[in-house]
């Protein structure tokens, strides 16, 4: 059939048809909200490169957390630390008195159905801003592992719900996974970073999580962003190695590769929304030069649309709320 018997628009006349055949909805099931926590008390620090996110404090983190979950019902959060220290190898991170552990810890107190996904990484460890240990100039994949193992344990014991690790050093799920189960964690899930492309998106996180590599750059370890047969085989290996839920990174200029994960695997697939697509929304936004609303609707919808499950985005809250003023269904 086609046109005239075929006209497209006529499932496109009010809104209440448009709705009736809408195919993909974002809900806040969908969102993970990211915080940075740092040491200290009383703490919110604005990050000038992400307006509207902060470094908090354990004790305002709660505040914050508690705040959301009442306004917008969003329940999930991905924990990145921000440590008074760093060291050569990222070992601060493997104490159980490290920020993240600690926050985790007190979360969980305050708020026991909070849940918790900690990034495991190096990064804003490291001296050097890299995600490992250094050796002869580059990061050492197998010496990296092993510290990526003993950060996961502390996590793992500090209480949280799920481990995101984010450094792509190869063989890293298997021993996280080898290590959980040893340490009698077998029910905690991996959510892996399988396929993060080196992205000069990243650079508003790198300022807010002073994280910036002091020399060279990501790319021995990170994907090369032309890449995308290289991409499945990153999802195959993880999968293999005992992810629960893999992972594309950053999203929009990757959608692509969100749908083709989506089509390649069963396993859940989460996207996540950079800080650099975010603060290019904000700037854009702060200028006038874009409606923030819908603009931020139309994103998280394309990321879903793409093929993903969750979606990890710093615009979580803004989006559940402005969806709840136009009284939308989240
Ligand atoms: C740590 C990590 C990074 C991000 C998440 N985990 C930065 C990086 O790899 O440099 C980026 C998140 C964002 O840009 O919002 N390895």
Redesign the pocket.
């Known amino acids: 059939m086609t046109f005239p018997v075929t006209r497209l628009r006529r499932l496109r006349k009010n809104s209440t048809i448009r709705n009736m055949v809408r195919e993909t909805e974002v809900t806040g099931d969908d969102l993970i909200m ?1 915080y940075f926590v740092c040491t200290g008390r009383n703490i919110k620090k604005g990050v000038a490169s992400m307006p509207g996110i902060y470094h908090y404090s354990i004790d305002l983190l709660i505040k914050e957390v508690n705040k959301m979950i009442k306004d917008t019902g969003i329940n999930k959060i991905l924990l ?1 630390g921000i440590p008074d220290e760093k060291d050569d190898e990222g070992l601060v991170a493997c104490d159980f008195e490290a920020v993240v552990p600690n926050a985790i810890r007190k979360l969980k107190e305050a708020i026991p159905h909070i849940l918790i996904i900690a ?1 495991v ?1 190096n ?1 804003e460890y490291t001296t050097h801003g890299h ?1 490992g240990t250094i050796v002869d100039e580059d990061v050492d994949n197998d010496l990296t592992v092993n510290t990526l193992v003993a950060q996961s344990l502390i996590l793992a014991e500090a209480g949280a719900d799920i481990l995101a690790p ?2 792509m050093m190869d063989g890293r799920v298997d021993a996280i996974r080898k290590g959980l189960d040893n340490g009698g964690f077998q029910q905690v899930p991996i959510m892996s970073y399988s396929v ?1 492309y080196a992205s000069a ?2 650079g ?3 300022e807010a ?1 002073q ?1 910036t590599p002091q020399f060279g750059d ?1 790319s021995t370890y ?1 994907m090369n962003f032309s890449n995308r047969k290289e991409a499945m085989r990153e999802i195959a290996e993880d999968i293999k190695e005992g992810a629960d839920i893999v992972m594309v990174k950053p999203a929009l200029s990757y959608l692509d590769i969100v749908r083709e994960c989506a089509n390649f695997t069963n396993i859940p697939v989460a996207a ?1 929304n ?3 697509e975010y603060s290019m929304v904000k700037a854009a936004a702060e200028m006038g030069w874009v409606d923030e609303t819908k603009i931020v609707e139309e994103i998280l919808t394309s990321i879903k649309r793409a093929g993903a499950d969750i979606i990890i985005s710093y615009h979580a809250i803004d989006f559940v709320l402005s969806m709840k003023k136009q009284q939308r269904r989240v």
């Open positions: 990211p990145f990034d990484c990064c995600c984010s450094d993060k998106f990243y508003p996180f790198r999580a994280s990501r990170q996540y950079v800080s650099g």
